[in-house]
């Protein structure tokens, strides 16, 4: 017959996430369970969790959901149970609480954590605190089952590690034979007394793993059967609370304000211009009297072009010159007679 074998491993659940906040100041969940595939005794794998609460801002309080989408209560059964969280400004806390515990396997139970401390005593009180800053961070965490007792088919186990002989009967599976079973026991607390310290955490740890026969006493399977965290809280003050966001104040529309119309400017009288003044024509001085001797032509540049304007309407001097001189003449001859006749 083939042997079916699932390793031990640690007691970290894995399936589904945890639907608390995974950043939450605090947080409680109270079952989680995870049953492997065994073929030889007819279990089914399932994982799921039941019973949670997480606060993620300063003053939440969450009073727990146990709504089980899972289905854990199609397994487990429970007679009172508790989880809560708060994250008030002085302290932030965790807290998971149950009495009566079962954890059913075809006709058997499988795993029972029972109260031994009479009525309203917690078989299992989980409880993990931090104090924030500035008075912080302090932790402070327990897991306390001294109010209850632990049995594995029917058989008392304590804190640690108890190997437990079964047969078939035990699981009210005929085809097994003589078999062991070996249970771990894990309470976990951290800090166990208040320290410095940002975090805080505590549950408890059952596991069930096994070595299975046949009645013939071949190996049908060898590993883990069953295992369950019961009141896993946490709280921390390590990381800053998320501040609310305040609700914006909606901007008002600004009314738009009317463009003045501007005012036309007076179009002005003209002002009539006085009549202008005649100024009298300066006279001008008369020009001295040209030297007899006339000025020596400038010969042209060299090739006849270059520097200068090129000479238009005559030959330069010679008009302008000639009349200078008549008139100079006559002026003479004028005054030369008026003294004969004196």
């Not at 408890?204 to 965290?229: A, C, F, H, K, P």
Request: include cysteine; charged fraction near 10%.
């Amino acid at each position: 017959m083939a042997v079916l074998s699932a390793g031990l491993g640690s007691l970290a659940l894995t399936g589904p996430p945890a639907a608390v906040a995974p950043d939450a100041l605090a947080s409680s969940q109270l079952v989680q369970l995870r049953n492997q595939s065994v073929p030889a005794i007819g279990l089914d794998a399932f994982t799921g969790t039941y019973g949670e609460a997480d606060s993620t801002a300063i003053g939440d309080t969450d009073s727990g959901d146990f709504s089980d989408p899972d289905g854990v209560l199609n397994l487990v059964t429970i007679a009172t149970e508790v989880v809560r969280t708060d994250a008030a400004d002085s302290k932030y806390y965790g807290q998971a609480q149950l009495t009566d515990l079962v954890v059913h396997f075809r006709t058997k139970q499988l795993v029972e954590l029972r109260s031994t401390g009479g009525s309203g005593v917690a078989a299992l009180d989980s409880y993990a605190e931090c104090v924030p800053p500035p008075i912080g961070p302090f932790g402070l965490a327990y897991n306390r089952t001294n109010g209850g007792q632990i049995t594995v088919l029917g058989q008392v186990v304590p804190v640690g590690t108890t190997t437990l002989a079964i047969t078939g009967a035990d699981l009210d599976v005929p085809t097994i034979g003589a078999s062991t079973l070996t249970v771990v026991v894990t309470p976990h607390q951290d800090p166990a007394s208040q320290i410095a310290q940002a975090t805080a955490e505590a549950w408890l740890d059952i596991q069930v793993s096994g070595t299975l026969n046949d009645t013939g006493g071949s190996q049908v399977y060898q590993g883990e059967i069953s295992s369950m965290r019961l009141g896993e809280v946490h709280a921390r003050c390590d990381a800053a609370p998320p501040t609310p966001t305040p609700t914006p104040t909606p901007t008002p529309t600004p009314t738009p304000t009317p463009t003045p119309t501007p005012t036309p400017t007076p179009t002005p009288t003209p002002t009539p211009s006085p009549s202008p003044s005649v100024t009298p024509t300066e006279s001008m001085a008369p020009s001295p009297s040209p030297s007899g001797t006339s000025p020596a032509p400038v010969p042209p540049p060299d090739g006849g072009s270059g520097g200068g304007l090129p000479e238009t309407g005559g030959p330069g001097w010679g008009g302008p010159l000639g009349a200078v001189l008549l008139a100079g003449t006559g002026v003479v001859l004028v005054l030369a007679g008026r003294r004969l006749r004196r």
